[in-house]
């Protein structure tokens, strides 16, 4: 069987309910439209944990962040962790990354035989939260308000030339292997930044939603002492108290994230047609790493369990797999053995170190019944967060908060916490073992707490000094590239055209 090539196009904190069976009708998107419609479409899809980095870790080793020991931004993702790039480059694959997968610690390749960009966020420990801080605030990096209220229209920011040279290199990369003498099947995983805040748009895609009927959230903010525990304790991490967001804001920014959705969509579509162009195929992979509140019920950018903030986007494009929409609830976990089974990697040396589970039956009509589970312990909490969504219930437990039980048939706002009404009794109990079976809560508090303290004493160190960072720097030989004096220029010409003969 010749194993296929692999494209992943990743995107970050794109909100999953803006996705309810590929986009919105009234999202301008027709790339995504026209891929969705190729696709097995997840329409319950669960980030495995609510923020950048520890939702990416799980993506690509399959493993809850108790497992990946990637709590929040500044844990060091360990080298010995096999990820979905080690299992395909050990069965022969040419794995390559261009953009971000906010990996930290000196092991910025995780699997990846090479690597085209750098990340757009840094690499060291610097942004590590204190549970022995509660209430803390680390100004220089924590989110704030200010990408609400200083939304609007750009023709270049910081995320914008990140986004467009992630773009480029891996349009550049697709011709690359469509021309190259080496034979290997590859996966190319391409991973975005947008629409991630700050809530900044090119103008040409801003005036698109000039019209739009969705710039007001569905729940309208709240009072703060309206809130759950962990959303005020979001709040408060977010500063908000320091800022007056209007209604104006709230719609400019969302306005700007739709418009975002829509720059994506361009770079996507350019990326699949110069695929179509080389000739070449693959599975299509589009996934988030994270959702976005977006202003609902108040809340914005991620760090909950809320849908808005953990259901995520994914579309498989796969032969053998025909479009349908699947509603049974799945995980970004189950991505990295997906993946290998797709790519017939043996699962036997997969299994092992995952604990997602293959879509591919579930892709296939096979009812899937094993519930999901997402864990959150970075910013904004004092404790750890887990949850689970089997059906439609979906459970939330803290040591420090009252427990959550949501029915999202009949409350897909969340508005109504039935773990304290007592005809839910039995429904409570069993997720309650469940979540006993699973999880350890206070030995995952002590790992969390050992792991932050390390890493102070750590950073604070190696930033006396002499100060060696681990960001990645790409590499570009230069004298293997265009035409040099080892080179035959007859060879150069001919080799470096696709198609040929023309």
Known sequence: MTSPNILILMVDQLNGTLFPDGPAEWLHTPNLDRLAAQSVRFANSYTASPLCAPGRAAFMTGQLPSGTGVYDNAAEFRSDLPTYAH??????????????????????????????????????FGWTPDYRKPGE????????????????????????????????????????????????????????????????????????????????PRVAAMDYDDHDAHSK???????????????????RSRRAYFANISYLDDKIGELLQTLEDNRQEAIVVFVSDHGDMLGERGLWFKMSFFEGSARVPLMIRAPGLEPARIDD??????????????AGVSMQDVMPWTTGQSLVPTATGTPRTHPVAMEYAAEAS????????????????????PEQLFDL????????NLAADPAHAEMLAGFRAQADERWDLDRFDAEVRASQARRWVVYEALRQGGYYPWDYQPLQKASERFMRNH????????????????
């Open 329 to 342: 609830p799945v995980s970004t976990i189950d991505l990295c053995p997906t993946l290998c089974e797709l």
């Open 409 to 416: 048939e009949a409350d897909p706002d969340e508005l109504t």
């Open 233 to 251: 304790r979001i709040f408060d991490a977010n500063d908000w108290r320091g800022f007056d967001i209007t209604e104006d804001d709230i719609n």
């Open 487 to 502: 080179m035959d220029l007859n060879d150069v010409e001919e080799s470096q055209r696709f198609p040929r003969g023309e």
């Open 87 to 124: 299992h395909l480059r050990r069965a022969g694959y040419r794995t390559c990354l261009s953009g971000k997968m906010h990996f930290v610690g000196p092991d910025q390749l995780h699997g990846f035989e090479e690597r085209l960009t750098t990340d757009i966020y840094p690499a060291d």
């Open 382 to 401: 004092y404790a750890p967060l887990v949850a689970l969504r089997s059906g439609k219930w979906k459970y939330t437990r803290c040591a420090l908060d």
């Open 137 to 216: 605030r680390i100004d220089w990096w924590y989110h704030n308000m200010g990408s609400v209220t200083g939304a609007g229209v750009a023709e270049i920011s910081n995320q914008m030339e990140y986004d467009d040279e992630v773009a480029h290199h891996a349009r550049m990369k697709l011709y690359d292997l469509a021309r190259a003498k080496d034979t290997r099947p590859w996966c190319l995983t391409v991973s975005f930044t947008h629409p991630h805040d700050p809530y900044v748009a090119r103008r040409k895609y801003w005036d698109l939603y000039e019209d739009c009927e969705h710039l007001s």
